[in-house]
């Protein structure tokens, strides 16, 4: 399953003070991330990808995302527990004079159908009716 945030980022807005978009994730493993910067961001407009308020993506903690007319595609095999855990996506913009909305888009296995999934169900047994 893939989820999509479409996030509008105004004009102007500071890293020190950036947009901030809490998100809910389903339990499982993200395999792949996806950051879209339309045409026209010129490489004023920052994400950064967050849980627990710490910085995953990018790594490096003084990095962030900024393009122009680039969908930033990475493989991932991250844990996510679900709903408890917070995550959010941090974007801050430049550009004196112009919203921009960057999509983040994340796809998650469902924990069913990853390896610790299979674990379970062939430790305790498939789902009770």
């Known amino acids: 399953m893939f989820y999509l945030f479409p996030i509008t980022v105004p004009a102007d807005t500071a890293e020190r003070d950036p947009k901030i978009e809490e998100i809910t994730l389903s339990p499982g493993e993200i395999h792949q991330v996806e ?9 004023l407009v920052h994400v ?3 849980r627990h308020k710490h910085q995953m993506w990018p790594t490096n903690p003084d990095t962030s995302f900024a ?3 680039y969908n930033h595609v990475f493989q991932e095999a991250e844990e996510c527990r679900g709903p408890e ?8 913009n430049l550009d004196e004079r112009h919203d921009h909305i960057v ?7 469902p924990i069913e159908k990853t390896i610790f999934g299979k674990i379970a169900e062939s430790l305790f047994g498939g789902p009770r009716r």
């Open 35 to 43: 950051v879209g910067f339309p045409w026209g961001c010129a490489g």
């Open 48 to 50: 950064v990808i967050c």
């Open 67 to 69: 393009w122009n007319d």
């Open 85 to 92: 855990e917070k995550w959010s996506i941090r974007c801050w």
């Open 103 to 109: 999509q983040v888009r994340i796809g998650i296995i």
